[in-house]
């Protein structure tokens, strides 16, 4: 029989402790295994070979392993593993495991020294034993015993003179002799005997024998069928045999009746297996299912009969690329596909037992493959011709028209991002033929801008027709002029010097760095008038005005010397311009706290008690603001001189001095938080004394993501729940709430288990903004676009941007920006994060044995984990997938025991696949 691939041949040294890197530890040893209650897999029932060995005994898989390599042998189906092994039967055992059966004399031949009686089977056994050293004739003489009953042959083995035979058996007798003199760590060390002390010392080193309970090595006591099985089988750890009916290669799967073998002479084998057909990985017991295809492994039996099949490493053996299909020519079994970074066009054979796959894992025919196409293609690394074994479609062209806001566009490469209705942002190439129109007229790309609500249409995963759902809207840029009467008109003088006026719509977007709520009462016009971009719409009428700058000068914290109301006539003093008077006109605007109010609410409050921010051209006020708090980012904390240094949203930088006895530090999380807790970048809000000297109080500004927990809407009230699953109240009465689209909601508008981001003030509740979710099964990974495509649990596909600060979270938790840490199939849920960071985590399924479901209660109950475990049981979301490799299934094709996988979205099940 000609032997197949062998593993590499270990190489150990003499030195005892590297000896003792060669194998690692394994529980229990020699007696002590014989009483080790831990269980493997197989839980129940016996072993398939021998009807005596309870699955789950401690030392079935090196029995299973040498009985299936012929060392050992059963007696009518029985293995008997606590019978005592003889001294004439252990060198036996450790002559077949030598593998030198070939070099035993003739029986009749033999002449055994004096005292060294065995039975007839076993005389050309102790004769080899001898010449190839594993027993001393001397030594065995003079330990005879005269009084013992039975030959020398039928003596039972001992614990240390086994190891005697086994650390000889591997070739380590030198090694031996040098610790001979070397105490071992044993407590009963002194009951070992002299002349084996060292083998010994190796036997432990090596990890082919451990101690017993209680640091003990027993010597003296007897050795069961079952040790003696272990004690070799670790030896190939150390001693490196080929055996005639032992095969090493790579799986090509496994069926109900065969193991398919890839061997060293390049040649596919198929060997039969059964239901007697024992699986293991590192000396534990498997299913056939857990050995993936193409890893290798090792098969044991005898005319092509698979008795015992063990993975040896479970990586593997292929390499994944990744192209985009062209054209298929089925005749010469070719693919034509197009790869990154290579402009020509790559040809890939491919085979009759070729595997091919839809996005879905289903087994198709290659007509059913599509141009254009992503495709995975795992080709085998594990011989020079580097075989394609599967074609894995990734995706196949996104094919669908739906309706969005475009949030972003590129005009080189001509991507667009569009934000669905639901929330999702998708992003698709827009092809250089695509028909843009509205109301039967024609527009180009380039007429397309950000905010502009469209219908579009994806041929291909590239947008073919894009039809704007309102006028489409264009921008110009100038200074104000004047501003018509009630502030409906506006017109400015654009960059040619010439004006253009144009009406205001109602609904109208007013945008001022640094001001919050601004209107079209904050805008200047006139000789110091504001410049501004205006977007028109369709119908000629300004929907945004965004002030792009003013030509004006700022005071901040100018003390009020004196008011003139008659003349209108404010003078101030200010640490940079000392004394300074203006005037206030009716165009001056005014706010208090950064709201706008009407001047007749704060004018009586410009008095010699006050400080106001102002800013004006000239000698002319155009805006005057009464501050009792300041919002920006923490530049510096000064506690020897009792200093904060801001900067504000508008870029500015002030210092405020604080009240150093009655100063509050207020942040969420932290009960009696100090200065010592601010830290220069964060955001705070500082609230002035009554007379704005002084900073009286500073809130830390944070940002949190909760889910909804409870909604009372009569109350306004709502409960928080935090990722620790600690809940919080809050009321949010008067705190703002925005939908996906920054829409204004109300309290009525949130729902129980959505996911929310909070905005603390310290410790109040100053804003609430839902946050979009969406998950489902990654269909395609574009890593140089930075596209990621995932189809939901509706069946809707749709693509996100995966670059620029996105967080990705693998499934082992490890946090990445790489987009090629993400896998097609995996599961994936994505979400802005508090601080609004867009990230992506894959979410691990867990593995269940299905027991049954509850239609009545939306619950699947899965079977318990141990016998004295909870019986678990989860709620089926009513949106919920359920399938096997894609193909939807119906509840009643479950049964008990059926092996699902669970996967779980805010602890509720969203999909279950069975495997």
């Known amino acids: 029989m000609v032997n197949q691939t062998r593993k590499p041949i270990r190489i ?25 209650t831990a269980t493997t897999a197989k839980t129940s029932g016996f072993s398939p070979m021998f009807s005596d060995l309870k699955s789950g005994h401690w030392g079935e898989a090196h029995i299973h392993k040498l009985a299936a390599l012929g060392i050992l042998k059963g007696y009518n189906g029985k293995f008997r593993p606590d019978d005592p092994v003889t001294q004439q039967e252990a060198i036996t055992i450790a002559l077949q495991y030598m593998n030198v059966k070939s070099e035993l004399p003739n029986a009749d031949e033999v002449v055994l020294p004096e005292g060294i009686k065995v039975g007839n089977h076993f005389k050309p056994y102790a ?33 240390e003179w086994v190891t005697k035979i086994l650390v000889r058996a591997m070739g380590k007798d030198a090694d031996a002799q040098e610790a001979m003199k070397q105490a071992t760590t044993f407590a009963d060390n002194n009951d070992i005997s002299a002349n084996a002390l060292g083998y010994v010392n190796v036997a432990t080193h090596l990890k082919l024998a451990t101690g017993m309970d209680k640091n003990r090595f027993l010597p003296k006591d007897i050795v069961t069928r079952a040790q003696i099985a272990s004690f070799f089988s670790r030896g190939e750890s150390v001693l490196d045999i080929q055996y005639a009916n032992e095969y090493h290669g790579i799986s090509g799967g496994i069926t109900d009746n065969s193991i398919r073998l890839f061997n060293q002479d390049n040649q596919w084998v198929n060997y039969r297996v059964d239901a007697k057909t024992v699986y293991y990985s590192n000396a534990k017991p498997i299913a056939a299912k857990d050995i993936p295809a193409y890893t290798k492994v090792r098969v044991i039996g005898e005319a092509n009969n698979a008795a015992y099949v063990e993975l040896i490493d479970a990586a593997p053996q292929v390499e994944n690329v990744q192209a985009t299909l062209k054209y298929v020519v089925p005749s010469e079994n070719k693919l034509y596909l197009k790869v990154a970074g290579s402009e020509d066009l790559q040809q890939v054979k491919y085979e009759q037992n070729t595997i091919l796959k839809d996005a879905s894992g ?3 025919t290659v007509d059913k493959l599509t141009a254009d196409s992503e495709l995975t293609l795992m080709r085998e690394t594990f011989s020079e011709d580097r075989r394609v074994l599967e074609i894995q479609v990734k995706s196949g062209p996104v094919n669908k028209t739906a309706k969005g806001t475009i949030t972003e566009i590129n005009k080189t490469t001509r991507n667009v991002t569009v934000k669905l209705e639901n929330g999702a942002s998708e992003t698709f190439r827009v092809d250089e033929q695509a028909v843009v129109s509205y109301a039967n007229q024609l527009f180009k790309f380039e007429d397309l801008k950000v905010n502009d609500p469209i219908t579009f249409t994806v041929k291909n995963s590239v947008i073919t027709g894009i039809t704007l759902n309102s006028s489409p809207s264009y921008t110009i840029d100038g200074k104000i002029q004047a501003m018509g009467p009630a502030k409906t008109s506006i017109t400015i003088l654009k960059d040619d010097n010439r004006l253009e006026a144009k009406m205001i719509a109602s609904n109208v977007e007013v945008v001022i760095n640094g001001m919050k709520q601004s209107s079209v009462d904050n805008l200047l016009a006139g000789e110091y008038g504001d410049r501004v971009k205006l977007t028109i719409d369709g119908e000629d009428k300004v929907t945004r005005i965004e002030v792009l700058s003013r030509k004006v000068e700022t005071l901040i914290g100018a003390q009020v010397e004196y008011y003139n109301a008659e003349k209108k006539l404010l003078t101030v003093v200010a640490d940079n311009i000392g004394v300074k008077s203006f005037y206030l006109t009716d165009d001056t605007k005014y706010e208090l706290d950064g709201n706008s109010v009407i001047g007749a609410a704060v004018i009586p409050m410009l008095n010699g008690k006050r400080k106001v921010n102002i800013q004006f051209t000239g000698d002319k006020v155009l805006l005057v603001s009464f501050a009792h708090k300041y919002e920006g980012t923490v530049v510096n904390v000064s506690t020897s001189s009792r200093m904060i240094t801001l900067k504000l949203a508008n870029n500015q930088i002030i210092t405020i001095p604080y009240m150093a006895n009655y100063f509050v530090v207020d942040m969420y999380g932290k009960s009696g938080a100090t200065l010592a807790d601010v830290k220069p970048g964060q955001e705070v809000m500082i609230v002035l004394s009554q007379d704005q000297a002084s900073a009286m109080s500073l809130a830390v500004r944070t940002y949190k993501q909760f889910e909804v927990a409870t909604v009372n809407t009569s109350t306004g009230r709502v409960t928080l729940r935090d990722t620790s699953r600690q809940v919080e109240e809050h009321s949010v009465l008067s705190v703002p709430v925005y939908g996906f689209n920054n829409e204004k909601l109300t309290v009525s508008d949130l729902r129980t288990d959505e996911v929310v981001n909070a905005v603390f003030n310290g410790r109040s509740l100053v804003e609430l903004r839902k946050v979009a979710v969406n998950t489902g099964r990654v269909e395609a990974v574009d890593v140089n676009a930075g596209i990621v495509t995932i189809k939901d649990y509706k069946g809707q596909t749709s693509t996100h941007p995966i670059n620029n600060g996105v967080t990705i979270i693998a499934a082992n938790g490890t946090t990445t920006s790489n987009p090629s840490a993400l896998q097609v199939g995996e599961r994936i849920e994505i979400r802005k994060d508090a ?27 899965v079977q318990r984990s141990s016998v004295s475990g909870s019986q678990p049981r989860l709620i089926v979301l009513p949106e919920a997938v359920v399938h096997s490799k894609g193909q939807t299934l119906n509840w009643s094709s479950f049964k008990n025991g059926d092996s699902i996988t669970v996967y779980l979205m805010n602890g509720k099940v969203v999909e279950v696949e069975k495997n």
């Open 12 to 36: 150990a040294t003499s030195a005892i402790l590297a000896l003792s890197l060669t194998m690692s530890t394994v529980p229990a040893a020699l007696a002590a295994e014989t009483t080790s």
């Open 127 to 159: 004769a080899l034993a001898i010449q190839k050293g594993l027993i001393n004739k001397t030594e065995e003489a003079a330990a005879l015993d005269p009084k013992a009953k039975g030959t020398w042959g039928e003596q039972k083995a001992t614990r």
């Open 362 to 364: 289903n087994t198709i």
């Open 835 to 861: 601080n609004n960071t867009t990230v992506l985590k894959v979410m691990q399924g867990e593995k269940h044995n299905f027991w049954k479901y509850d239609a009545n209660t939306k619950e699947l109950f």
